[in-house]
Structure formats: C-alpha cells, structure tokens
C-alpha cells in the first residue's frame, strides 16, 4: 500500500540551528502538507502545498518556517533558526484532491531542540 | 480556538462491547469530518469520514455519526478489540480550505 515516508524519524538540534525535515508524498497526490504535534497537545496545521506554491498557512508558520519540493518527490520544512518550543512532532501529509477527501500520513519527525 | 473538541481524555471499554468516541464543533462551516487513528511515534491512520450532507457512514466495525444540528458527531467501533486501543481525533475541515482542525483526542483502551 502507497505511504507517506519521512525522514529522519527523529532529529536533535542545537537551538538557532536550522532544520530540514523530508517527506515523500505518495506518488499520484497532488497537495501536500505539514503539520505538528507538541508532547501532549493536539495537532495543528502549519501549511498546504500545490502546485509549487503555498496555498495555505497557519499563524505558527512564521518567517522562520520555508517549504520546498525541490524535485517532484521530496517535499521539505525548512525551520531557518531553531526555538526550544519548535520541539514537537512534525507530520507530512498529502491527498490526492484538495478538499472532502482524507489526507494521508507520515510516521513523523520527532525533532528535539536543545 | 477551541473550534473542534473531544470532551473525553479517555475512554476503557471490554472488549466486545462497543466504543462511543465524541467529537463537538462550533464552527456551522465545516462540511468535512474524518476520524483518525494514534497510536504512539506513529503518524495518524484515516478511518472513516463523512462529509456534511450525510448524516451516517459506515465501514465494517466503524460508523460514524453526524449531526449537524447539535454540531456533534460520534464514531462507534462494534465490536471493540484489544488492538483498537490507540489515540483517536476527530478533525474538520470547511470550504475554500483543505487543512484539517484536529481535536485534542481521546484515549481509548479496549480490556481483554
């Protein structure tokens, strides 16, 4: 069955360092996106993706936060300089229609900064 | 913004017996509904969804149940096993936007 993998499944990183987290959506979808889970809380949408360009995003997707599908399978979160509170879970997801239509997971990025 | 919640942290059923999972909203918009799965360092697994003009849908052990006018839909799992016990959300979705408001889950353990 088709999945959406990401890499790596956990990454530690120094505060005000930069992130990239990977993801490859599954192969035929067409809209993208990411989400995060912080320990104990729910999940929220950070940004949507298609057709190159960010169709939506949230208040938490700030400056510091870039997407990118560098070559029409990998779509990554760049995080330009690392906070303590970017610690959480990071799920990419994707779907093969926007809208009425169930998003596909990730396993998750647990990333760490210390 | 508390536009969709789970009002259960947790919820132990036998197993057998069925599972009753709620899920509120406030916002009259969503015309988009789904239940999604947990279980830990795991990203979440679809279940089941239903789409605004429907008031039921169902999928073997799974039903989910809408109700627009109380802005409240359930998902009933009979009969319970043992391996349902995971994280289950509800998430919304509404027009002109395809990103999903999660609820903050309920834990549900199913007793052998």
């Known amino acids: 069955e088709p999945e959406v993998t990401q890499t790596p499944s956990h990454q530690v990183t120094q505060m005000g360092q930069e992130v990239i987290l990977r993801c490859v959506p599954i192969?035929?979808?067409?809209?993208f996106y990411w989400y995060r889970q912080i320990l104990g809380q729910k999940v929220e949408f950070l940004v949507s993706f298609y057709n190159n360009e960010i169709s939506e995003k949230s208040e938490i997707f700030d400056d510091q936060f870039s997407v990118e599908r560098p070559d029409g399978s990998n779509f990554t979160l760049k995080i330009r300089s690392t906070k303590l509170e970017d610690s959480a879970m990071y799920f990419c997801?994707?779907?093969?229609?926007?809208?009425?239509?169930?998003?596909?997971f990730g396993q998750g990025t647990r990333l760490t900064v210390v | 913004d508390q536009q969709v919640k789970q009002n259960s942290p947790s919820l132990s059923v036998q197993e057998g017996r069925i599972s009753i999972l709620n899920c509120d909203y406030t916002?009259?918009?969503?015309?988009?509904f789904l239940w999604y799965k947990k279980y830990p360092a795991e990203g979440p697994t679809f279940l089941i969804s239903i789409s605004s003009i429907k008031d039921k849908n169902e999928d073997g052990r799974f039903t989910v149940f809408l109700n627009k006018s109380a802005k409240h839909l359930s998902l009933h799992i009979v009969p319970s096993q043992p391996g349902d016990s995971a994280v289950y959300f509800c998430a919304a979705s509404g027009p002109g936007t395809y990103k999903y408001i999660f609820g903050t889950g309920t834990r549900l353990k199913v007793l052998a």
């Open positions: 916002n009259s918009m969503f015309d988009y």
């Open positions: 192969s035929n979808h067409l809209y």
């Open positions: 997801a994707s779907t093969q229609t926007g809208g009425l239509t169930e998003a596909f």
